[in-house]
């Protein structure tokens, strides 16, 4: 993953959450409590209406025209979507989960032999932290770059479990895959060619986050994750098998939550194709809660364009109703930027975006 910040960083103390609950404290550490208007609503129950759509893979591969039709509403008014039949052998999917869970519960001390490094975003720890006075997640992470190989930290790579880099390395190659499909249907979706994006990205970047939510004795009160749209151009994640229900997205003004469809990932689009879709396609704004009494797991795999490409809209999708909506930029500059500041909704993408009185 991208570069490290070069002034060094003061984020204080940061308690380690797994072991904060097993000190079960009366009261949750003030830098955990959210000010009132960030803290969690208790969602009432939903009507299905409200759920994120689901896309059948094995059909968009038969080039199913409603299920590409769908393929787009999703992209376009959610952002979001579940993806069913999604190819990926469900022992893969299990062992990661079993791999990542059995890493999440080694002692302390063995984690910390793979230290996310202040202002950096691989190893165990918290990431998106700069500062002292930050709130912080109610989470543990623990993240790695995968491909290309360049990327990877290999000092990070745990040898506990033993078998958690095979199986992140296996794992890892049938998600590209499913995200090399993905995009192509995505491009058809958008009435192109099914190769722009793999022509267009290069050698992609591929990174993980695994991301563990022990119980919160308080869940009104803090967030497992905070609000933010991802950086890539897609993101697979992977909900634990008896995770609670955690994930939610803003839809208008109010958080819908993700419920979990067994032996299906969830899908969404990132900031980089919302910018070269011209924001035909959204980048959705995300975060996670916790629960009083069960934990969560979640398998989180970043896709996005070699750093030194250039981006902008496509020209295929820029004309006078829809005129260009962000400027060009370097992808890795981008990255950079997106991971030396906190998470912050969708401020991020300020730095691409061109204002004006149509920009939304
Ligand atoms: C992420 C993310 C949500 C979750 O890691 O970017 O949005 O449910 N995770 O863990
Ligand atoms: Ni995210």
Known sequence: MAPVPSLPIKVGHIDDVQELRKAKPATVPERFIRDMADRPKVVPNLSSSLDIP??????????????????????????FFQVLNHGIDLNVVEDIENVAKDFF??????????????????????????SENQK??????????VEPPCIRNPKLWPSKP??????????????????????????????????????????????????????????DLVLGLSPHSDGSALTVLQQGKDSSVGLQILKGQTWVPVQPIPNALV???GDTLEVLTNGKYKSVEHRAVTHKERDRLSIVTFYAPSYDIELGPMAELVDEKNPCRYRRYN????????????LQGKRTLDFAKIQSKTSN
């Not at 109610?138 to 993240?143: I, K, L, Q």
């Not at 499909?181 to 990174?207: H, N």
């Open 267 to 269: 899908i969404n689009i």
């Open 105 to 130: 519960m080694l002692p302390l001390q063995e984690k910390q032999k793979y230290p996310m490094a202040p202002g950096t975003v691989q190893g165990y720890g918290q990431a998106f932290v700069f």
């Open 136 to 145: 912080l997640d109610w989470c543990n992470m623990f993240a790695l770059g």
């Open 54 to 79: 689901i896309i059948d893979l094995s059909k968009l591969m038969k080039t199913d025209k409603d299920e590409v039709m769908q393929l787009k509403t999703a992209c376009e008014e959610w952002g």
């Open 162 to 219: 033993v078998d958690f880099r095979e199986t992140l390395e296996i794992y890892s190659r049938e998600v590209r895959k499913l995200c090399k499909t993905l995009l192509k249907y995505i491009a058809v979706s958008l009435g192109l060619k099914g190769d722009v994006f793999e022509e267009m990205f290069g050698v992609a970047v591929q990174a993980v986050r695994m991301n563990y939510y022990p119980p919160c004795s308080r869940p």
């Open 331 to 342: 992808h890795g500059e981008y990255s950079k930027h997106y991971v030396t500041n906190k």
